[in-house]
């Protein structure tokens, strides 16, 4: 799967164009390959792991015209819009592109969209960023990871998830509390794979009798609970009124337990005695580590709005999600030097998640102050994710990929720019008119000057009122 995925993603890789010389014959390899009997094995089994990898890709969208709008997933959604559709969508239907559904202003044409999609579908479409060339071309990422990049654990992770693993307690031996060889040895244990006497005989040709219970085969139940050494220990350790409970059932219900042998593999001779003061020393570890100080400290600081400097602007950007109504919506201000106003914008947005409407409040802000020819400009918002990623230029996945693109690209258009992280308590105008794009009765409004309600806050922040926070240390 991870050559298949690299077929698809990295062009230029030497492997990859070694593959498509011998393998390709005529296909878009975006779409679909094809092995014949004569192929190599590896040909072979990327063929077959095909339609996982495509059922995993997500679609990036810059340009839009590269993507199919109905069979391709894109943006933040799990299934094509295909499923979602309320006419019939007939074969040259489904090779018109995203870009196809704009409007010539560049925004969404929801007029059209209004007659192919149901209500929840449209709303949607508005918390999606619409496909501009100054993007770039569209690009494609993986599902399973929060960045988008391929990894083995994500993908194996999500051919597995469907796998029912009849009730196996896979994430409590994960968790269990012990030495990473304990985990290890009990994982052994529930697979059957402890190297007894008769798993080993199925390949050295030995006897798969146990060396203590003639006769009886020496397999992982026998050893752990049914061997006569074994059983001596556990009328020692259990109760004698559960005894007998204890001593029924298979091994996947009797998993927990295990034989003890000393470092030179001889027959200790009072294994109750020193399973419990083992058990004592596991139970003192915590205290030994000092995990009792585990638990984070915190101190109370005093934060403020603070001025740009001079000849700069900054804009302040928040979102806001109301799962109750099912909307979400973001607004931004723009303030000069001094503190006063210099414009603001709200808009509402369809279902989506918090970061999202974090993003596209930093986005409409950024345009607003384009628009008003700011040429400095400080960027700053309460979402520490949202600045990492335009700061660091991490590489998001779908959900996010566009609207990051853009963020970026309005930022390199300004003279100069900052991008900076400011706690929520400082960041409350902001907030204010999130919560009003969340009630906003257009898509977006460009306020011309402060709603009243918004003053007060507008005065706090210029004579820099301090609000606590709570931080960890």
Known sequence: MKMGWKIKNQADNLCCQVLKGKYGRGYDWRRSICAMNLDSILWKEIDRVWPEIQKRQRRCINDGRFTLFWSDIWGGRDSPLSGSSLVEIDEEASQLTVAEFCGPDGTWDIGRLSTLLPDGEVRWLLSEVPPSGGRGADRICWSGSTNGCFSVKDAYRGLTCSVNTGGGPWKRIWRIDVPERIRLFVWQVVHNKLLTRSYCS?????????????????????????????????????KPSLLMDFLQGGLRDWWRNGDLHNCD?????????????????????????GSSDRTRRSEEILVSWEKPDSGWVKVNSDGAVKLAIGSAGCGAIIRDEH??????????????????????????????????????????????TLVDGVI??????AEFSSLFCEIRCLLRGFDEFRVQHRWRQAN???????????RCSGVRDVLAGPPPELSNLMIADVAGTSMPRLVHL
């Open 202 to 238: 199925k390949w050295n040709g030995g006897s798969s009798s146990c060396h203590a219970c003639q006769g009886v085969a020496e397999d992982c139940l026998h050893v752990l609970r049914d061997c006569r050494h074994a059983m001596a220990l556990w009328r020692d350790l259990v």
């Open 265 to 289: 593999h001889r027959r200790i001779s009072a294994p109750a005695v020193v399973v419990k003061s083992f058990l004592a020393e596991i139970t003192d570890v915590p205290d030994v580590l």
């Open 339 to 384: 503190g006063a106003w210099v414009g603001g914008v709200i808009r509402a947005l369809g279902r989506c998640s918090v970061l999202k409407a974090e993003c596209w409040g930093a986005l409409e802000g950024l345009r607003l102050a384009k628009d008003l020819n700011c040429r400095r400009v400080v960027l700053e918002s309460d979402s520490k």
């Open 392 to 397: 660091h230029v991490d590489i998001p996945g």
């Open 428 to 438: 409350l105008c902001a907030d204010f008119l999130a919560d009003m794009g969340v």
